[in-house]
């Protein structure tokens, strides 16, 4: 009866003390105890039974004892300010509370639903599981349970059935859980196992579960929890040919709710029928809707679209692909865009609880990735755009992180058509997995109708690279900077004589030409749609397109185009603006002037020939 949490973990990690706070522990791998940390847990080691030996106790943590609270505090914090999870564990030894005869010894997850501050007493763990275990007692699993107003507990197995110990139930809490009790609330999450998921309910259990059901309804929830509960679990009522007044009576429950299980119970028949194109699916009693007459679209791609600034990409996926917002998701990626920004992470909610107070409770909220994923799996016959504006200029790979394996899509040469387009490869993420399936365990896919558009400005500065890896999985397309197409190519700029189209070109010529050594140097021409016609009036011009050229395109030769008179920014802007004649002229070089106005000259020669 002497061993500790840390004890029985040791067996399965490497684990080791922290050297500030006494009780809290670093988890690594075993197999590498030099690499990052996991998890850290509080070991809770002073938990005691009643003499009645039905009940554990974790005490010492209520306010009277502030030493023991303030560590658990600080344990709380350290994992918050090292972003990692923190599990506080108790162990809890099954012969002594009557939980299992052999000494199944549990490692039992305390999970608060208030924070410490408002813990005023010790916590008590007085509920326990029961089912089918050795002599009618629960074997071995990993299951959750609800305790009272301030916390909830997962209990863990730390023995197999023989009473060897074994990590296979705890693995997977770990990997998958963050009952971080820093939080005010952590998830309302539940763990169970095919076994007991399926175990056959005597009529006095289903009667316990429905009371415990009924009691813990969110307000004005009560008849809800009855309907959900008959539904949960008609087959077992119905295949044993349990009545509905036996099993509200089992339950303690007022007689006239025998009517509404009722209820629950002829919905469970119609939805185990699919009578109305609802059913339930693979035994789990997951309701889906019944889409198999929905053809999914197919074909979709990633695709790349990329140009000089301004010369039209936006415009390209406006026009060509989609311009209806209810299908779209569109992000804009930049230096402080993340992976949480792009896919989701965990936030905080302020939702009622059943007393109708405010309680904080954090849940996974999904990013545009997820929901146009989600809006995509669900609507097959649709297709969904997922824009990205300025890839280049976020941390792409970092930003995608795992989801970068999805970008890989099935083709027509090594898969049936219906499958054209979905991502060849799934990854395991269980967040998203939940939100868009439903269940956590579910490979995440792109599907065959969910396009991946992405634009970017080869030529951007201060913006990350994008490797050859990240490249390949994306069809490459160029938007051609061609200003015969532009409908305001030929608008003269205000207060001058030149086009745009004619200014532009011409600039975009001497850029080629002064910057031929330069790489990239055919990404710093001026695009279709680098201005637009409002932007070609005096007081804009200046300010947008002059001071490009004189910052960024003409940055290392500014004599190839500014005169000589124009020894600053500041010299070009005021004698621009405040020019009375030809403010091009007032400027830019004469011999630079003169090709704009002969490339006007000769453009309007071209279209009368024609």
């Excluded at 200014?503 to 279709?528: P, Y």
């Amino acid at each position: 009866m002497g061993i500790k949490v840390e004890t029985v973990l040791s067996k399965f990690y490497f684990v080791q003390p922290d050297e500030t706070i006494k009780g809290l522990y670093e988890v690594r791998e075993k197999e590498n105890p030099e690499g990052d940390i996991m998890w850290y847990f509080f070991s809770s080691n002073n938990a005691t039974f009643h003499s009645s030996g039905n009940d554990c106790v974790i005490r010492d943590i209520n306010q009277s004892n502030s030493g023991y609270l303030e560590r658990l505090k600080a344990a709380f914090e350290k994992a918050k300010s090292k972003d990692k999870k923190i599990f506080w564990l108790v162990l809890v030894f099954g012969d002594g509370i009557g939980l299992a005869p052999d000494g199944y010894d549990w490692i039992a997850s305390i999970e608060l639903r208030v924070s410490l501050d408002d813990i005023t007493a010790s916590l008590s763990m007085r509920k326990y599981p029961v089912g089918k275990g050795k002599d009618g007692y629960f074997g071995p699993c990993c299951i959750r349970i609800d305790q009272d107003k301030y916390f909830n507990t997962t209990f863990i197995s730390c023995k197999d059935k023989d009473g060897a110990f074994t990590s296979e139930y705890m693995d997977e809490y770990f990997r998958l859980y963050d009952n971080r009790p820093y939080h005010d609330i952590v998830w309302n999450t539940y763990i169970d196992n095919a076994e007991n998921r399926h175990e056959e309910y005597s009529l006095q259990q289903l009667g316990d579960i429905l009371k415990e059901m009924y009691s813990n309804a969110e307000d004005k929830m009560q008849v809800a929890s009855i309907h959900i509960f008959g539904i949960k679990y008609g087959k077992n009522i119905i295949e044993n040919e349990f009545k509905a007044p036996d099993i509200i009576k089992a339950a303690g429950l007022n007689e006239s709710y025998s009517t509404e299980l009722q209820k629950a119970l002829n919905i469970y028949r119609c939805l185990n029928k699919n009578t109305y194109g609802i059913s339930i699916s693979g035994g789990d009693n997951v309701l889906e809707e019944n889409k198999e007459s929905v053809k999914r679209k197919t074909g979709a791609e990633n695709i790349l679209l990329y140009g000089v600034p301004g010369a039209g990409k936006s415009h390209e996926i406006k026009t060509k692909y989609c311009d209806d917002e209810k299908y779209m998701e569109r992000v804009v990626f930049h230096p402080d865009y993340t992976y949480s920004d792009f896919v989701g992470q965990i936030l905080p909610r302020v939702e009622k609880d059943k007393d109708g107070n405010d309680k904080l409770k954090y849940v996974f909220t999904p990013g545009p990735f997820t929901k146009l994923l989600k809006n995509a799996q669900n609507n097959p016959g649709s297709y969904y755009y997922l824009v990205i504006e300025e890839l280049n200029r976020g941390n792409a790979p970092a930003i995608f992180g795992e989801v970068f394996q999805l970008l890989d899509r099935k083709d027509e040469e090594d898969f049936p058509l219906e499958e054209v387009g979905e991502s060849e490869y799934g990854i395991s993420n269980y967040e998203v997995a939940k939100e868009v399936y439903g269940d956590e365990k579910h490979q995440v896919r792109i599907p065959s109708n969910m396009y991946v558009l992405a634009t970017m400005n080869t030529a951007d500065q201060n913006v990350f690279t994008l490797d050859t890896a990240f490249q390949r999985r994306w069809n490459m397309r160029q938007i051609e900077n061609n200003f015969d197409k532009s409908e305001h190519s030929k608008d003269i700029i205000a207060g001058t004589k030149v086009s745009w189209g004619a200014f532009a070109t011409v600039i975009n010529d001497m850029v080629i030409d002064i910057n031929v050594d330069m790489a990239s140097s055919e990404d710093k021409r001026l695009g279709t749609y680098f201005a637009r016609k409002k932007e070609l009036e005096a007081g804009r011009f200046s300010e947008k397109v002059l001071k490009y050229l004189w910052d960024d395109a003409f940055k290392m030769d500014k004599t190839a185009i500014f005169n000589e008179n124009c020894k600053s920014l500041e010299d070009v802007v005021i004698t621009y603006e405040t020019a009375t004649s030809d403010k091009l002229a007032a400027v830019l070089r004469m011999s630079v002037y003169e090709k704009m106005l002969s490339k006007m000259q000769q453009k309007n020669t071209d279209n009368n020939e024609n």
